[in-house]
T-cell receptor
Framework: SQQGEEDPQALSIQEGENATMNCSYK?????LQWYRQNSGRGLVHLIL?????REKHSGRLRVTLDTSKKSSSLLITASRAADTASYFC???????????FGGGTRVLVKP | DTEVTQTPKHLVMGMTNKKSLKCEQH?????MYWYKQKAKKPPELMFV???????INESVPSRFSPECPNSSLLNLHLHALQPEDSALYLC???????????FGSGTRLTVV
């Protein structure tokens, strides 16, 4: 069963614009992770934020976590056509034993 | 080596066939996972192995049988599958203790 719900389900932007997607979850977590998937192949781990952290950066990625609202956001700045992919949030309730994925956001970056 | 290798990449099998999916990693990860993903859906957890022992089975039908021969290998044995089992099967590995997973590229399975 899905732990997280993502919003929006799909996003279309121009190259150079920022893309923001949100993830909500239902139960307490140890950490929350974001993954990218291109064309239905393997997932690539982007960033992990722990329950005691509020914000994290990695290159053009910025992730926030609000445990009081059980929500997270992923911001991709200055998007590129190569960022076109599906993005999934995933929650880990017990430190590495079981990662549960949200529904995903399909992002299209138009050149 | 920072990869998870899955073979085969594509598999077509009949409902009476027996086949196996293979997954290998050499990163020293002691947790390995099988996920199933249908088109335009998120991955769904099937099995978790920790230190080569099955720790989680998400009520997966017995026609799917996992095996972990050693700390680097994970197999998924398939028997008497149904067409609705057609999906992308993803293997992943991780350190235990709340770190990111490394996924393989998956096996796209079609049951005819």
């Amino acid at each position: 069963s899905q732990q997280g719900e993502e919003d929006p389900q799909a996003l279309s932007i121009q190259e150079g614009e920022n893309a923001t997607m949100n993830c909500s979850y239902k139960t307490s977590i140890n950490n929350l992770q974001w993954y990218r998937q291109n064309s239905g192949r393997g997932l690539v781990h982007l960033i992990l934020i722990r329950s005691n952290e509020r914000e994290k950066h990695s290159g053009r990625l910025r992730v926030t976590l609000d445990t009081s609202k059980k929500s997270s956001s992923l911001l991709i700045t200055a998007s590129r056509a190569a960022d076109t992919a599906s993005y999934f949030c995933a929650t880990d309730k017990a430190a590495g034993n079981k990662l549960t994925f949200g529904g995903g956001t399909r992002v299209l970056v138009k050149p | 080596d920072t990869e998870v290798t899955q073979t085969p990449k594509h598999l077509v099998m009949g409902m009476t066939n027996k086949k196996s999916l293979k997954c290998e990693q050499h990163m020293g990860h002691r947790a390995m996972y099988w996920y199933k993903q249908k088109a335009k859906k998120p991955p769904e957890l099937m099995f978790v192995y920790s230190y080569e022992k099955l720790s989680i089975n998400e009520s997966v039908p017995s026609r799917f049988s996992p095996e972990c021969p050693n700390s680097s290998l994970l197999n998924l044995h398939l028997h008497a599958l149904q067409p609705e089992d057609s999906a992308l099967y993803l293997c992943a590995s991780s350190l235990l203790g709340g770190e990111g997973y490394t996924f393989g590229s998956g096996t796209r399975l079609t049951v005819v």
